[in-house]
């Protein structure tokens, strides 16, 4: 039986489907188990890192040097995909990981912008969410930290230009911004989940198609790799337990 850690793990993957030959970028775990497995099954030409300065394949093993401003070519030229966290995401896709509560005197502080501005107007950011919540889907973000479509679209040519969103990936499903407004919608559940679910968790209107697809099975292959090669200690169970 398929984990919904693991459709999670497959739903990240997907992110970076069809991308070529780009830095994926990710922040976390479920989304780093699902960086190497879409390199080692649809998506081979995908460049790893250590984190730090080296390019490295799916195990670890090094593959070349990536010094900081080859890095920050990659960034500002187009050639990266990154899945980041978010604190708070509204529905166009405006992100926060700042602070919670008024800029000038918050009550939570948070990381800061850190690259979140840079990503989201020079290559594609998606967003991976292990827990799906009102705290987390707010009707407007305290602090635009990543930019979303309508940030974007006021800040003119220069702002969309390279903006993009592919996906965000919770716990409980799969959405994307295919609307005409560029607001989020609906793109998959998760087995198991409904759709009440998911409206009861969001803080607010979600567009929900008509008929609302499962997020898709992983292939025998894909689980194989999943639970034996890529996480056999199984470390995704603790971040969304079945």
Known sequence: MTSRAEYCVLACAEAWRDNGEVLASPMGLIPSLGARLARRSFSPDLLLTDGEAT???????????????QHLAMVTGGRRHVMMGASQLDRFGNQNISCIGDWAAPHRQLLGVRGAPVNTL????????????????????DMISGVGYDSAAAAGPSATRYHRIPRVVTDLGVFDFETPERTMRLAS?????????????????????????????????ELRLIRE????????????PS
């Open 189 to 221: 559940l998760h087995p198991g989940v409904t759709v009440a679910e998911v409206r009861q968790a969001t803080g607010f209107d979600l567009v929900i198609p008509a008929e609302v697809p499962r997020t898709r099975e992983p292939s025998a292959a």
């Open 229 to 240: 090669v890529i996480d056999p200690d199984g470390r995704r169970e603790g971040e969304v």
């Open 55 to 69: 390019l490295v394949g799916p195990d670890g093993e090094r593959e070349g040097w990536l010094p900081y401003r």
């Open 122 to 141: 020079n290559n594609p950011v998606s967003y991976w969410v292990p827990r799906h919540s009102r705290r987390v889907f707010v009707p407007k973000v």
